[in-house]
């Protein structure tokens, strides 16, 4: 079973972790990375533009960053309490069909909302997971030469209210919610870990990978904050 | 020799992609592995990569467009050398479709970039449709097409391509009227509700039906009759004998190879296979709709020290003998230690519970809500059996459906037992 090497990061600035994924991306081509890595980690509040974005979508620009990144996908919003996660896969290693990893990528989540007693499905043709008709996660990625990056957010305690500045990608009338607000029963307190660890789990199932927390990663994570970003903590 | 860059596909399905953003432009210097361009489908942006050294000559498409699988985007070579694309702009001289078959809907094609000025007008400004020949026996069509009108059952033959030289493509059997929707009414007996179709494999797990009038009516008069879940019970007698044999015949061709069948196991498998055939007896009762499911996963029930649960064999249906063996007693194992994680006990869409080792002739099993259904097992017992004139032993099975009212019916019901019985009487029926 091939290991996929978890790290979390904690907040990182949009652009901090957009350089940071890239280099790992690199490093994963290029084979200076021998293993798939996975990035964990929440955004202070932006606003970001993928390849298929309108700007018509972006309703209140005051008062947020904006990037627009190389991703697949319209507009969405990261902030704190969304669980970001980016897959550096060597797809070379799975399946080299970018339709397969999308609905590979949902099928985790949906793993991971079923551990947290959330019903969660597909929409089909809107990528992205759902759960009792509101979205949840959101999914864009980008390949080259089989190599991923970017990847999802799941909206674990994320302030709703921030959706209302944009039009969730470009789907009108998208009503969003997290797992925070479909928990039925859940310990509120403890909600965060839980679902990072369902994540970790519904990864392991749906791409039959183990999961590692591996310390030489988390080295030269730190090394890499430290070069190239603020933490902002 | 110049080197052609082509539209590559992002998934083996994939007809066209959009080619979003040249990250590199006419007269650039590259390498090989060099980004040129981004391209995007769904979700996803994929990079299209140089295959060779050189200059990026000519760029053939414009951002924005979309452009089928393996046409030439692009030309990589010595500065200064010409390219095919030069004179004419013609696309890949072996292809007959055009080199962008569209921009978005929602905007017009942008206009060339001013380097390229001859790139497009080898699209015709207006294709005329393509004239089908009377006897045309080859059907002109895409690869995603020729699977959505398998999976369809829809005669590739009597559609109009709509894509480039008359090809069909996918939104045009998309369009077409299905064969199924064509002769269901006439094929069907009118008893059987829609929904007792078999399962459709589309790769769908499984389809959302809203409550009409009549069952909203008879989920709230039901419910409020008997309970939250109105049970009913179906009792049916089976005769073992052949299952018996076949049993036989099965772990003594495994010998010492280990990992024997249970009766258990027939039954798990002969239970899938007959929901596949009755998908109404499939089903999650969900407040304001019925889910039907397209997928076969059983739950299994496992008396455990202070209780029970019900481990999962999930896509039953699709698995063998020893494999739903191996994998039940696996799963039960680990459900008595109680090592067995939630999604390894939720998301089952019918139960079976089996008290036949325990000398229970015949008895009900409650309803595992939102699953419609359960199956209660009781113990094989040798019989005197009225045949004919005369009187035999067999061994007989006495099997009892418990099911929910809002969702089954006892016609329902019965079809999918007789089916079952079927399948245990004759266990060679479900090779078929």
């Known amino acids: 079973m091939s290991v996929l090497d978890v790290i979390q990061a904690g907040l990182v600035p949009y652009p901090d972790a957009l350089a940071w994924q890239r280099q790992l991306a690199e490093d994963r081509i290029a084979g200076r990375l021998s293993r798939d890595v996975l990035l ?99 999914i864009g990625i980008h390949v080259k030469q089989w190599v991923t990056w970017h990847g999802f957010a799941l909206n674990v305690t994320t302030d709703l209210a921030h959706f209302d500045r944009i039009v969730p990608c ?7 919610t997290s797992v925070e607000r479909e928990l039925r029963n859940g310990k509120r307190e403890t909600v965060w870990r839980e679902s990072v660890d369902a994540v970790l789990q519904g990864f392991e199932r749906a791409f039959g990978v183990s999961v590692s927390h591996s310390k030489e990663c988390a080295r030269q994570s730190l090394s890499f904050r430290t070069a190239h970003a603020e933490p902002r903590l | 020799m110049a080197t052609k860059v082509h539209m590559e596909a992002l998934s083996p399905t994939m007809e066209e992609g959009r080619l979003v953003k040249w990250t590199k432009h006419e007269g650039d210097p590259v390498k090989s592995g060099d980004t040129l361009a981004e391209v995007e489908t769904d979700k996803a942006v994929m990079e299209l990569v140089a295959r060779a050294d050189g200059q990026l000559l000519k760029v053939m498409v414009p951002e924005g467009t979309t452009v089928p699988v393996g046409n030439v985007v692009a030309w990589i070579g010595k500065p200064g050398e010409k390219v095919d694309g030069d004179g004419a702009g013609a696309p890949a001289p072996k292809s007959q479709r055009s080199a962008v078959s569209g921009a978005r809907e929602d905007k017009p094609a942008p206009a060339p ?59 045009d059997v ?88 249970s ?28 889910r039907y499911w397209n997928e076969v996963h059983i739950g299994m029930a496992v008396a455990i020290e202070d209780g029970l649960i019900t481990p999962v064999i999930r896509n039953a249906d699709q698995k063998n003998l020893r494999e739903i063996g191996a994998e039940s007693r696996e799963l039960a194992g680990r459900a008595r230690n109680r090592r067995l994680k939630p999604d390894e006990y939720t998301g089952a869409t019918f139960s079976v519970s089996n008290l036949g080792m325990f000398d229970i002739d015949q008895f009900t099993a409650v309803i595992n809500p939102p699953e419609a259904g359960i199956v209660a097992i009781g113990s094989i017992v040798a019989k005197a059996i009225p045949d004919g004139d005369r009187v035999v032993v067999r061994r007989r099975l006495r099997l009892t459906m418990s099911c929910d009212h809002r969702v089954i019916d006892g016609a329902t019901g019965a079809v999918f037992l007789k089916t079952l019985k079927q399948m245990l009487e004759n266990p060679l029926a479900m090779l078929l």
């Not at chain 1, 606003?47 to 005051?62: A, E, I, K, Y």
């Not at chain 2, 699209?123 to 895409?142: E, F, G, H, Q």
């Open chain 1, 40 to 138: 964990l980690l929440e955004h202070p509040p932006v606003v970001t533009f993928g390849r298929n974005s309108q700007v018509s979508h972006l309703l209140q620009p005051d008062g947020i960053d904006v990037f627009e990144v190389e991703r697949g996908g319209d507009v969405t919003f990261h902030g704190p309490g969304q669980l970001v996660g980016y897959p550096i896969l060597d797809l070379g290693a799975y399946k080299k069909d970018l339709h397969w990893y999308l609905r590979t990528l949902e099928q985790a989540l949906i793993y991971a909302l079923a551990l947290l007693d959330i019903p969660a499905e597909r929409n089909p043709g809107f990528t992205g997971v759902w759960t009792r008709r509101r979205k949840i996660a959101s």
């Open chain 2, 113 to 171: 970039p001013s380097a390229s000025p001859r790139a497009a007008p080898s699209i015709p400004a207006n294709p005329s449709p393509p004239i089908a020949p009377a006897d045309a026996t080859r059907v002109k069509a895409s690869p995603l097409a020729k699977r959505l009108a398998k999976d369809a059952g829809v005669d590739l033959k009597l559609i109009q391509g709509s894509g480039p030289g008359g090809r069909v493509i996918k939104r």
């Open chain 2, 263 to 290: 009766f258990n196991d027939i039954i798990i498998k002969a239970v899938a296979l007959a929901l596949v055939q009755h998908r109404a007896c499939n089903a999650w009762f969900q407040d304001d709709h019925i």
């Open chain 1, 170 to 176: 470009g789907i009108q009338g998208v009503q969003m």
């Open chain 2, 174 to 261: 998309e369009a077409a009227p299905t064969a199924s929707a064509a002769t269901a009414s006439a094929a069907q007996a009118p008893a059987v509700p829609r929904t007792a179709d078999r399962a459709p494999r589309t790769g769908v797990p499984y389809e959302d039906v809203p409550l009409t009038q009549i069952r909203k009516t008879i989920a709230k008069r039901l419910a409020a009759s008997i309970g939250p879940i109105p049970h009913f019970f179906l009792t049916t007698e089976i005769d073992m004998e052949r299952a018996v044999e076949a049993r036989e015949a099965l772990n003594q061709q495994l010998g010492e190879a280990g990992g024997k069948i």
